[in-house]
Structures are given as C-alpha cells and as structure tokens.
C-alpha cells in the first residue's frame, strides 16, 4: 500500500520505509530501495528521506511503501 504523503502524521524519524529509485543516469533501470525517515537537516520540524547519503524532500514525488513486499508488488505492476 502506498502511503499518503499527504498525512505527514504516518511518518516519524527512525521510521525504515521502501521507494522505488530510478537510476539517474539510466532512466529506464529502478530499483527498491530502504530509506530512513529522518528530521531534514535544512528545514528544522520537516521531515526528509535519507537515501545514498543523500536528504530527499518526502513529497507525493516518491511512491513510498511500509514494506519490501508492498514495494516489490509495485515494482512487478510497473515494471514487470
């Protein structure tokens, strides 16, 4: 299930969520990916993605899912 990033009230620092990542330099290869829910280091009170060292705006941008497996059914619905 994907989750609402419209209720930031489901998110909480330390929370471990699953994205789909899409390659930069190749457009067509993504992959799932766990990323830690974290305080955003540049917007003291919002919270951000951490994900390969880097801080990600959490937005209705990033399909978000509670578990590898929801994550995975996504994956084999859009890309299989």
């Known amino acids: 299930m994907e989750m609402n990033l419209n209720e930031p ?4 620092a330390g929370d471990i969520v699953y ?3 899409r390659n930069p330099h190749t457009y067509n ?3 799932i ?3 830690a829910v974290v305080n955003d280091p540049d917007h003291p009170g919002e919270l951000a993605l951490f994900l390969y060292e880097t801080y990600y705006p959490l937005n209705a941008g990033i399909a978000i899912y509670q578990s590898e497996a929801e994550a995975q059914q996504a994956f084999e619905t859009y890309f299989g």
């Open 19 to 21: 994205v789909m990542y």
């Open 29 to 31: 290869v993504a992959n």
């Open 33 to 35: 990916q766990e990323a």
């Open 9 to 12: 009230m489901h998110y909480q």
